[in-house]
């Protein structure tokens, strides 16, 4: 019964990873691609703002 315990835990992982695989994939594109991108956009706007500037090393 070792061999059962052995294998369980990899198994699960691999469920799991498929079932995350199927829900990435299934998420991509369609009706919330736009409001998605704009959201991503906008992360990375006010990141862009947010962040200080060196006067001095500039290159």
């Given at each position: 019964?070792?061999?059962?315990?052995?294998?369980?835990?990899?198994?699960?992982?691999a469920v799991f990873f498929i079932g995350v695989v199927r829900v990435i994939?299934?998420?991509?594109?369609?009706?919330?691609?736009?409001?998605?991108?704009?959201?991503?956009?906008?992360?990375?706007?006010?990141?862009?703002?947010?962040?200080?500037?060196?006067?001095?090393?500039?290159?």
């Amino acid at each position: 019964m070792d061999y059962v315990s052995a294998l369980v835990p990899p198994v699960v992982m691999a469920v799991f990873f498929i079932g995350v695989v199927r829900v990435i994939v299934k998420t991509q594109g369609g009706a919330a691609k736009a409001k998605e991108d704009a959201a991503v956009d906008a992360a990375l706007a006010s990141a862009e703002g947010a962040r200080p500037t060196s006067a001095g090393t500039d290159a």
